[in-house]
């Protein structure tokens, strides 16, 4: 069995205070604030429960009266309304005012009306005669109180409406109605009916609160019974009525003891008084046992922290009653804490020194003064010193004396305002050596802000920035020829340019592309087209003019920068570059020559910045590349408008595809000899609102340079596969030939398109033909072989369209399925020359031999016409008959066309 533990040693006793007045105790003012402050809670919230019963029960009480009240001024005014309704009725009716005139039988008809209207015990109904005499009375109705009221009479008297309250002998209250009853021959009052109804028998089925008062009142009388309000909560009310005509105002006035509900609220507010008297008491009972243990922890916790300054051991400070935390055992483990935490404090003491004497860094504490009070082992090691000739030396001798006064000025500014810095500088080793570093200095500050010093951790950079200069050369050079790269050139001739600005120093740029190089890397290999890089640009660095910049943009593209300070330099430098070509590059297996396309843009003529001057440099050798290659273009503002025109092409091509507004105008195919229209070839044409009219020869390279030549074929087949039913119907034996894009045929999905349409309408490739480019055919694989032969038997006809420009072999033809072959017209238009006549007439042969038809492009003359008829060929199209026309104006041409001489034109 455990011992029990020993008694805890009695508090210590507080010290007098001067003067011998002893103060009071913190158990008695803890316990005196408690109390005052719970006493003064609990009256206060007494006193509030009273006020919102109060509050309260007033208000249940005037909500429930005035909604009585309204009940009751409906309820009446829908039933005077309604009863002087059914009055109206009766006292227009003709039985009515015909009885009163009648002097016979009059009782048979007029008192079983008179008692239908009398149906409910609260209604009495009589009728009187002009004069206000009792005419009749249904049986049990006490007529003559009603014909003596006062109000009856003077209604009478009048002759008019009226409306009254009275009282009956039995003292219940009624509301009267007077209405004329008024001859249509007379027109004049001929008798008067009176009802009465009793406002207790109306009510009745409102189940009003029996202890209710009511009073009434109609028109501008006094309430009926008289007001009484004294120990009443009373609620008036009044509204219009319309009696059939009649406006009444009908007021009513309700009242309530209120004696019964004052008694219920004084006992109520007995027991609230009862409640808070006994929540006093037991508050006051809680705050002093409250204030009793609260204070015996104090006391336990001010012994043990005197125990524990005076050195005696204190295992658990003010251990609290079990299950209790608050703001004391908040206390109590901070004051434990911190017993552990000096113990972790002397730990992290031994670590720091660890890492000081063992880091990789150099670490230098100095004091106020700047003064080296320490440094370790690391840092003497970077820069050669010893420990001894370091302590007590200004930090400041340490840094690179070049630059040392502004790093300094930061480093104190930024110590002062942040109490930090870090960033680079350079420190100077023993020997002289200066090493580049990375600093981060950090001011010492005590418990009271106060600076004690500072700390820097200095890391040696020496290997990172070799690495960095190692990787800028890189950056900055091209690895295979040597020369600066791209980007380095944009900084110097940036440079260039700044200096430049508002000066009077002109430069060329050039653009240089190898042509061969493809061929090159074909055929040799790739290692033999660097070796032809390498070649030309050192051919290029011996042959430009000095001062030029020279570098290698990327593949086989160089760009150079040339001075041109006189107007005759532009000419020297042109016959410099044509001494360019070729270059011959010497190969273990002999020698391949090798030529530069070059583009120049001057400086400031083409442009103020460097972007403009490359991309004009770029458009001239692209210009250069289309005339021949290896030659050399200057960019000027005719080239210009070119690019710029072709660069709105591109831009509005697309949308225009998109938005199909690329037509498709047909041109006629004749028979030479009769004349007769036997086929059209569709071809594309655009009027843009912005650019106008756009030939073909413009926009179908820029389609297929931005890859739209697909998307435009496809809207073409779209259009043409829509237009042909009309043109067959106008020419029946007529057929429609259109160019493809070889783009087309990668995929299926040309096949697949037309394959959907053929499903969808089995005779929509009747009398469709496609047209390929000798070329593309030539090229072909096997993949287009297979594709063209399912197209032909679906139904279409091959053409081959500018035969006789490109190069195929016959074994070529015959494998395809070629239909027919259409002459160029070049040869056409060569007919006169005996070389170009022999072509066309081969053509032909060919055409005959192996069974094709034969049609020729561009017959624009009648000599033209004479010359195919006498080779044989009988199909043509061209200027001589028609050129390319919408559809409309299609359907209106004749079966046969004539032969109209006109000059030559280009055909579409």
Same mark, same amino acid.
């Given at each position: 069995?455990?011992?029990?533990?020993?008694?805890?040693?009695?508090?210590?006793?507080?010290?007098?205070?001067?003067?011998?007045?002893?103060?009071?105790?913190?158990? @008695?003012?803890?316990?005196?604030?408690?109390?005052?402050?719970?006493?003064?809670?609990?009256?206060?919230?007494?006193?509030?429960?009273?006020?919102?019963?109060?509050?309260?029960?007033?208000?249940?009480?005037?909500?429930?009266?005035?909604?009585?009240?309204?009940?009751?001024?409906?309820?009446?005014?829908?039933?005077?309304?309604?009863?002087?309704?059914?009055?109206?009725?009766?006292?227009?009716?003709?039985?009515?005012?015909?009885?009163?005139?009648?002097?016979?039988?009059?009782?048979?008809?007029?008192?079983?009306?008179?008692?239908?209207?009398?149906?409910?015990?609260?209604?009495?109904?009589?009728?009187?005669?002009?004069?206000?005499?009792?005419?009749?009375?249904?049986?049990?109705?006490?007529?003559?109180?009603?014909?003596?009221?006062?109000?009856?009479?003077?209604?009478?008297?009048?002759?008019?409406?009226?409306?009254?309250?009275?009282?009956?002998?039995?003292?219940?209250?009624?509301?009267?109605?007077?209405?004329?009853?008024?001859?249509?021959?007379?027109?004049?009052?001929?008798?008067?009916?009176?009802?009465?109804?009793?406002?207790?028998?109306?009510?009745?089925?409102?189940?009003?609160?029996?202890?209710?008062?009511?009073?009434?009142?109609?028109?501008?009388?006094?309430?009926?019974?008289?007001?009484?309000?004294?120990?009443?909560?009373?609620?008036?009310?009044?509204?219009?009525?319309?009696?059939?005509?009649?406006?009444?105002?009908?007021?009513?006035?309700?009242?309530?003891?209120?004696?019964?509900?004052?008694?219920?609220?004084?006992?109520?507010?007995?027991?609230?008084?009862?409640?808070?008297?006994?929540?006093?008491?037991?508050?006051?009972?809680?705050?002093?046992?409250?204030?009793?243990?609260?204070?015996?922890?104090?006391?336990?916790?001010?012994?043990?922290?005197? @125990?524990?300054?005076?050195?005696?051991?204190?295992?658990?400070?003010?251990?609290?009653?079990?299950?209790?935390?608050?703001?004391?055992?908040?206390?109590?483990?901070?004051?434990?804490?911190?017993?552990?935490?000096?113990?972790?404090?002397?730990?992290?003491?031994?670590?720091?020194?660890?890492?000081?004497?063992?880091?990789?860094?150099?670490?230098?504490?100095?004091?106020?003064?700047?003064?080296?009070?320490?440094?370790?082992?690391?840092?003497?090691?970077?820069?050669?010193?010893?420990?001894?000739?370091?302590?007590?030396?200004?930090?400041?001798?340490?840094?690179?004396?070049?630059?040392?006064?502004?790093?300094?000025?930061?480093?104190?500014?930024?110590?002062?305002?942040?109490?930090?810095?870090?960033?680079?500088?350079?420190?100077?080793?023993?020997?002289?050596?200066?090493?580049?570093?990375?600093?981060?200095?950090?001011?010492?500050?005590?418990?009271?802000?106060?600076?004690?010093?500072?700390?820097?951790?200095?890391?040696?950079?020496?290997?990172?920035?070799?690495?960095?200069?190692?990787?800028?050369?890189?950056?900055?050079?091209?690895?295979?020829?040597?020369?600066?790269?791209?980007?380095?050139?944009?900084?110097?001739?940036?440079?260039?340019?700044?200096?430049?600005?508002?000066?009077?120093?002109?430069?060329?740029?050039?653009?240089?592309?190898?042509?061969?190089?493809?061929?090159?890397?074909?055929?040799?290999?790739?290692?033999?087209?660097?070796?032809?890089?390498?070649?030309?640009?050192?051919?290029?660095?011996?042959?430009?003019?000095?001062?030029?910049?020279?570098?290698?943009?990327?593949?086989?593209?160089?760009?150079?920068?040339?001075?041109?300070?006189?107007?005759?330099?532009?000419?020297?430098?042109?016959?410099?570059?044509?001494?360019?070509?070729p270059l011959n590059v010497p190969l273990p297996t002999g020698k391949v020559a090798v030529s530069a396309t070059v583009g120049l843009s001057r400086?400031?003529?083409?442009?103020?910045?460097?972007?403009?001057?490359?991309?004009?440099?770029?458009?001239?050798?692209?210009?250069?590349?289309?005339?021949?290659?290896?030659?050399?273009?200057?960019?000027?503002?005719?080239?210009?408008?070119?690019?710029?025109?072709?660069?709105?092409?591109?831009?509005?091509?697309?949308?225009?595809?998109?938005?199909?507004?690329?037509?498709?105008?047909?041109?006629?195919?004749?028979?030479?000899?009769?004349?007769?229209?036997?086929?059209?070839?569709?071809?594309?044409?655009?009027?843009?609102?912005?650019?106008?009219?756009?030939?073909?020869?413009?926009?179908?390279?820029?389609?297929?340079?931005?890859?739209?030549?697909?998307?435009?074929?496809?809207?073409?087949?779209?259009?043409?596969?829509?237009?042909?039913?009309?043109?067959?119907?106008?020419?029946?034996?007529?057929?429609?030939?259109?160019?493809?894009?070889?783009?087309?045929?990668?995929?299926?999905?040309?096949?697949?398109?037309?394959?959907?349409?053929?499903?969808?309408?089995?005779?929509?490739?009747?009398?469709?033909?496609?047209?390929?480019?000798?070329?593309?055919?030539?090229?072909?694989?096997?993949?287009?072989?297979?594709?063209?032969?399912?197209?032909?038997?679906?139904?279409?006809?091959?053409?081959?369209?500018?035969?006789?420009?490109?190069?195929?072999?016959?074994?070529?033809?015959?494998?395809?399925?070629?239909?027919?072959?259409?002459?160029?017209?070049?040869?056409?238009?060569?007919?006169?020359?005996?070389?170009?006549?022999?072509?066309?007439?081969?053509?032909?042969?060919?055409?005959?031999?192996?069974?094709?038809?034969?049609?020729?492009?561009?017959?624009?003359?009648?000599?033209?016409?004479?010359?195919?008829?006498?080779?044989?060929?009988?199909?043509?199209?061209?200027?001589?008959?028609? @050129?390319?026309?919408?559809?409309?104006?299609?359907?209106?041409?004749?079966?046969?066309?004539?032969?109209?001489?006109?000059?030559?034109?280009?055909?579409?």
């Open positions: 069995m455990t011992p029990a533990a020993p008694p805890a040693p009695p508090p210590p006793a507080l010290p007098p205070v001067r003067g011998g007045a002893r103060p009071p105790s913190l158990r @008695r003012r803890i316990t005196q604030q408690l109390v005052g402050i719970m006493r003064t809670y609990v009256i206060l919230t007494t006193l509030l429960v009273m006020v919102i019963m109060l509050t309260a029960g007033w208000f249940y009480w005037r909500t429930n009266i005035n909604h009585q009240r309204d009940l009751v001024l409906t309820k009446i005014s829908t039933e005077l309304a309604n009863t002087s309704a059914e009055m109206q009725a009766l006292a227009t009716a003709p039985v009515v005012w015909t009885g009163l005139t009648d002097s016979f039988g009059r009782e048979t008809y007029l008192e079983p009306l008179l008692a239908r209207f009398n149906r409910g015990e609260e209604r009495r109904l009589i009728l009187l005669d002009y004069r206000g005499r009792l005419f009749m009375a249904p049986g049990g109705v006490d007529a003559q109180t009603l014909v003596d009221l006062p109000e009856v009479k003077s209604a009478v008297l009048e002759g008019r409406d009226g409306a009254a309250v009275h009282k009956d002998p039995d003292g219940s209250t009624h509301l009267m109605l007077v209405r004329r009853v008024v001859s249509p021959v007379a027109q004049a009052p001929v008798g008067f009916l009176v009802v009465s109804k009793d406002v207790r028998v109306m009510l009745r089925d409102l189940r009003l609160d029996p202890d209710l008062l009511l009073s009434f009142s109609l028109g501008s009388g006094a309430y009926l019974p008289e007001v009484r309000p004294a120990g009443r909560m009373t609620a008036g009310g009044e509204g219009l009525v319309d009696a059939a005509g009649l406006k009444l105002r009908l007021r009513v006035w309700i009242g309530q003891d209120i004696y019964q509900a004052l008694g219920l609220v004084l006992g109520t507010i007995a027991a609230i008084v009862a409640l808070g008297w006994w929540s006093i008491r037991s508050v006051v009972a809680w705050s002093r046992r409250f204030a009793g243990s609260t204070t015996r922890r104090y006391e336990q916790l001010l012994f043990d922290c005197q @125990r524990l300054l005076a050195g005696e051991p204190v295992t658990s400070i003010g251990v609290p009653e079990e299950g209790l935390r608050d703001e004391l055992s908040e206390v109590t483990d901070a004051l434990t804490a911190m017993l552990a935490q000096q113990k972790e404090l002397n730990d992290e003491l031994r670590k720091t020194s660890v890492v000081f004497s063992t880091s990789a860094e150099g670490i230098v504490v100095t004091d106020n003064q700047g003064r080296i009070v320490d440094v370790n082992p690391a840092l003497t090691a970077m820069t050669g010193y010893l420990r001894g000739e370091l302590i007590g030396r200004q930090a400041g001798t340490l840094y690179r004396s070049v630059g040392r006064d502004d790093t300094s000025r930061i480093m104190a500014r930024a110590l002062e305002e942040q109490g930090r810095w870090s960033g680079e500088t350079s420190f100077l080793a023993r020997n002289g050596r200066v090493i580049p570093t990375t600093v981060s200095i950090s001011r010492i500050r005590d418990a009271s802000g106060q600076s004690q010093g500072n700390v820097t951790v200095i890391t040696d950079v020496s290997r990172l920035k070799e690495a960095e200069n190692q990787l800028r050369d890189l950056a900055y050079r091209d690895s295979l020829t040597g020369l600066p790269n791209f980007r380095r050139m944009s900084d110097e001739v940036r440079s260039l340019l700044a200096r430049a600005e508002g000066g009077n120093q002109r430069f060329a740029v050039l653009f240089f592309d190898m042509d061969q190089l493809k061929f090159v890397n074909d055929n040799y290999g790739h290692e033999v087209g660097d070796l032809v890089i390498k070649s030309l640009a050192a051919h290029l660095r011996s042959t430009l003019p000095r001062g030029h910049l020279l570098c290698r943009r990327s593949g086989d593209e160089f760009i150079a920068v040339v001075d041109l300070p006189g107007p005759e330099s532009a000419a020297y430098l042109e016959r410099t570059l044509e001494r360019l070509n400086y400031p003529e083409d442009g103020q910045d460097w972007q403009s001057l490359m991309i004009c440099a770029d458009v001239a050798m692209n210009e250069a590349k289309q005339r021949q290659r290896g030659t050399v273009a200057w960019f000027d503002a005719a080239l210009g408008q070119r690019v710029y025109r072709r660069r709105l092409i591109q831009a509005r091509l697309a949308q225009a595809i998109q938005e199909r507004a690329i037509e498709v105008h047909y041109q006629p195919e004749v028979d030479l000899r009769s004349g007769a229209v036997i086929g059209f070839e569709a071809l594309a044409r655009w009027n843009d609102p912005e650019l106008g009219a756009v030939s073909p020869a413009e926009f179908v390279p820029v389609a297929e340079e931005a890859y739209l030549l697909e998307a435009l074929s496809l809207l073409v087949l779209e259009t043409v596969l829509g237009d042909k039913p009309r043109l067959l119907a106008r020419f029946p034996a007529a057929r429609v030939a259109l160019n493809i894009a070889p783009q087309a045929f990668l995929d299926s999905r040309l096949l697949d398109y037309l394959q959907g349409r053929r499903l969808a309408q089995p005779t929509v490739m009747e009398g469709l033909e496609i047209e390929l480019t000798e070329s593309q055919i030539a090229s072909g694989e096997a993949y287009l072989l297979g594709q063209l032969q399912a197209l032909t038997e679906m139904g279409l006809h091959l053409v081959i369209d500018d035969f006789g420009t490109g190069y195929s072999s016959l074994g070529r033809l015959t494998q395809f399925p070629i239909s027919r072959l259409k002459i160029d017209r070049s040869f056409v238009a060569g007919l006169k020359e005996d070389r170009q006549a022999k072509i066309a007439r081969l053509v032909i042969n060919l055409a005959r031999t192996l069974e094709f038809e034969v049609t020729a492009e561009g017959v624009e003359t009648e000599s033209q016409r004479e010359a195919l008829l006498a080779m044989g060929c009988s199909r043509a199209q061209g200027w001589l008959y028609a @050129r390319a026309m919408p559809l409309a104006q299609i359907e209106g041409l004749p079966d046969r066309l004539v032969a109209v001489a006109s000059p030559a034109l280009p055909a579409g």
